[in-house]
């Protein structure tokens, strides 16, 4: 967001409904502004970072939303509920070695017994590996198309800050 950002910029602006970090749809700090030498053209994503959580599914679409609210499909595929299995039994093997605990067990329906391995057997991966790229996908395909858009870019152009947007076919 960084580069070529207003655009991006402005939707997630509006999509920001309380202040914290500084900023709000209505105003960014002074001292916030100050510590960019009041010119954000190019740190605006750096900016709104703070606002943003891309470190689940629900901080990912809510991401998404915000921003490509038009995209059906790409609201659609992040709204696949098997995204949060996915997430859920990721979180299960790096935190908790594979073992089901409480949460996990909540999450998928109590499927498994808390203290129980977690089996992934070959179909089960490969389910999730098609999950996992039908939602990078429609996330690339989305992004790629609104990017195409901008007025002023056309494939494979290069910007006034001597950057290809990235994806433009």
């Not at 989305?142 to 950057?163: F, I, T």
Request: contains cysteine; aromatic residues 6%.
């Amino acid at each position: 967001m960084n580069s070529n950002a207003v655009p991006l910029a402005q939707r997630a602006f509006n999509a920001i409904s309380e202040e914290s970090h500084g900023i709000s749809s209505k105003q960014i700090a002074v001292g916030l502004a100050a510590k960019y030498s009041f010119d954000l053209r190019n740190c605006l994503g750096t900016i709104l970072q703070p606002k943003f959580d891309f470190t689940g599914v629900s901080g990912i679409k809510k991401a998404y939303k915000a921003v490509f609210s038009e995209s059906e499909s790409l609201l659609d595929a992040l709204d696949e509920l098997r995204l949060n299995e996915l997430e859920a039994t990721r979180h299960l093997i790096v935190h908790r070695a594979g073992i089901v605990d409480e949460e996990y067990s909540n999450r998928i329906s109590g499927a498994l017994p808390v203290g129980a391995p977690l089996e992934l057997d070959e179909k089960k991966v490969r389910e999730f590996v098609e999950l996992a790229s039908l939602a990078g996908g429609a996330i690339l395909v989305s992004v790629d198309r609104w990017l195409c858009e901008l007025p002023g870019l056309s494939a494979g152009e290069v910007s006034a800050d001597g950057v290809s947007p990235p994806f433009i076919s």
